[in-house]
């Protein structure tokens, strides 16, 4: 589904929240893969989990392969707002299953008439 979508609409702009430690990430940037060596089919990659370390691992794996590629910590009692991530900013929005209790208060983040996708383990 995420080929999908990064075909559909290709400057993707992708939201995923937790399931790092589940190889959710590894799947995603598999799936965004191109043709191209190091290039992938979306402009921005915003990784959000709640561990910083998490977060450093994530950067130091993934923040060179893509260039719109972040990790950031996230606080699962915060407003997603209130930590930086701005309602309707993404095109996609991701949400592993160890945040399931919080995925109705994520869903603003997706932009109108976009995906927004609750993930079951791998």
Same mark, same amino acid.
């Given at each position: 589904?995420?080929?999908?979508?990064?075909?559909?609409?290709?400057? *993707?702009?992708? *939201?995923?929240?937790?399931?790092?430690? &589940?190889?959710?990430? +590894? @799947?995603?940037?598999?799936?965004?893969? &191109?043709?191209?060596?190091? &290039? *992938?089919?979306? @402009?921005?990659?915003?990784? +959000?989990?709640?561990?910083?370390?998490?977060?450093?691992?994530?950067?130091?794996?993934?923040?060179?392969?893509?260039?719109?590629?972040?990790a950031t910590v996230l606080d699962r009692v915060a407003a *997603?707002?209130?930590?930086?991530?701005?309602? #309707?900013?993404?095109?996609?929005?991701?949400? +592993?299953? #160890?945040?399931?209790?919080? +995925?109705?208060?994520?869903?603003?983040?997706?932009?109108?008439?976009?995906?927004?996708?609750?993930? #079951?383990?791998?």
């Open positions: 589904m995420v080929g999908l979508a990064a075909y559909k609409t290709p400057l *993707l702009s992708i *939201l995923q929240i937790g399931g790092y430690r &589940t190889g959710l990430t +590894a @799947s995603l940037m598999a799936s965004l893969a &191109t043709d191209v060596p190091g &290039t *992938l089919r979306a @402009s921005t990659y915003l990784l +959000a989990e709640t561990s910083s370390e998490v977060v450093r691992t994530a950067q130091a794996e993934y923040g060179g392969v893509m260039p719109g590629f972040r *997603l707002t209130a930590q930086g991530l701005e309602d #309707e900013n993404f095109n996609l929005v991701v949400i +592993a299953r #160890e945040f399931e209790s919080e +995925a109705h208060s994520m869903r603003p983040s997706c932009k109108p008439n976009r995906y927004c996708v609750l993930v #079951e383990d791998l």
